[in-house]
T-cell receptor, first 112, second 110 residues
Framework: DAGVIQSPRHEVTEMGQEVTLRCKPI?????LFWYRQTMMRGLELLIY????????DSGMPEDRFSAKMPNASFSTLKIQPSEPRDSAVYFC??????????FGQGTRLTVV | TQLLEQSPQFLSIQEGENLTVYCNSS?????LQWYRQEPGEGPVLLVT?????EVKKLKRLTFQFGDARKDSSLHITAAQPGDTGLYLC??????????FGTGTRLTVIP
């Protein structure tokens, strides 16, 4: 298996634009997590899905953020409209029965 | 949000020295995981501890879970430059949320 695949690796966008981050979890994993990492706040849990269903989205910063998981092999995190304070590295991770979390390489988002 | 505080936040030591990193919380976790993250990569699991008081060893790394399952420590013996990285603890709650600690950035100087 290729591991968790995230795209794009880097994204630079202007304030106010819509940004969509994509994640392909490891086949057979039933849980998927989205995290945001900054120097100031560390690794923050944004939302997690279990069997494609959002279980806890209390970490989503505000209504500008939304996440979907239409099937077991794909998830998106969307920011609309984006703001400079959204600049961070966004990680997707998947796991099987909440054992080890396997992380993707992350998407470095810069909003100018 | 379940807060996991790690200390120290930054640590710079000479090769061959020993060190301990702490992970503390007021919450009880069903399990506690330790990860290491290299620049430009996602965190990678080192170990999972489940039982209160449990001790696990991984070569020169020793991990302990507190008796009350609220805290954990990571001890590295004879640190090597290859141990350099960001060390993160992560607690799994009863609701199956996986929350990460604030991180300890370790630098081992040759």
């Amino acid at each position: 298996d290729a591991g968790v695949i995230q795209s794009p690796r880097h994204e630079v966008t202007e304030m106010g634009q819509e940004v969509t981050l994509r994640c392909k979890p490891i086949s057979g994993h039933n849980s998927l997590f989205w995290y945001r990492q900054t120097m100031m706040r560390g690794l923050e849990l944004l939302i997690y899905f279990n069997n494609n269903v959002p279980i806890d989205d209390s970490g989503m910063p505000e209504d500008r953020f939304s996440a979907k998981m239409p099937n077991a092999s794909f998830s998106t995190l969307k920011i609309q409209p984006s703001e400079p304070r959204d600049s961070a590295v966004y990680f997707c991770a998947s796991s099987y029965r909440f054992t080890e979390a396997f992380f993707g390489q992350g998407t470095r988002l810069t909003v100018v | 949000t379940q807060l996991l505080e790690q200390s120290p936040q930054f640590l710079s030591i000479q090769e061959g020295e020993n060190l301990t990193v702490y992970c503390n919380s007021s919450s009880v976790f069903s399990s506690l995981q330790w990860y290491r993250q290299e620049p430009g990569e996602g965190p990678v699991l080192l170990v999972t501890v489940v039982t209160g008081g449990e001790v696990k060893k991984l070569k020169r790394l020793t991990f302990q879970f507190g008796d009350a399952r609220k805290d954990s420590s990571l001890h590295i013996t004879a640190a090597q430059p290859g141990d350099t990285g960001l060390y993160l603890c992560a607690g799994l709650t009863g609701a199956n949320n996986l929350f990460f600690g604030t991180g300890t950035r370790l630098t081992v100087i040759p």
